[in-house]
């Protein structure tokens, strides 16, 4: 959905939030005038890859193409619909997955440990 040629509606999942943004915009930014960060070490440099994000809308053509250092990054990632949030930018409504917080995908990570290993003793 566009209200003008220049501004499209983007949905972030898990959320659900989603948010009319400007053409051109890229992922990351996007996500943060959304009041949805995304952590980052780079901060935007196409180098730590903490920024991916996954295509999850039926709409596969509402990010710009993937430059070459992008696909070089992403490697087969790029195949299973991911993109780097830093390079992606906007030119049509589209729904995205947004990674998880680092500090939440950590405890998560402990929790389901525990819960393993809680398992095996019983
Ligand atoms: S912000 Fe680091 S790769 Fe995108």
Known sequence: MSTNNNVYEVTFQPSGKKAMI??????????????LPIVTRCGG????????????GENRFGLSPTGDNELRKLG??????????CQAKVIGSVELMLPEDP???AVRK?????????????
Request: proline fraction near 0%.
């Open 22 to 35: 400007k053409r051109g915009t890229t992922v990351l930014d996007a996500a943060r005038r959304t009041g």
């Open 45 to 56: 440099k196409a180098s730590c890859m903490m920024c991916k994000v996954r295509h999850v």
């Open 76 to 85: 087969g990632l790029h195949e299973e619909g991911y993109r780097l949030g």
């Open 103 to 105: 500090l939440r995908a």
């Open 110 to 122: 402990l929790l389901e440990q525990q819960h393993d290993d809680d398992n095996t003793l019983w």
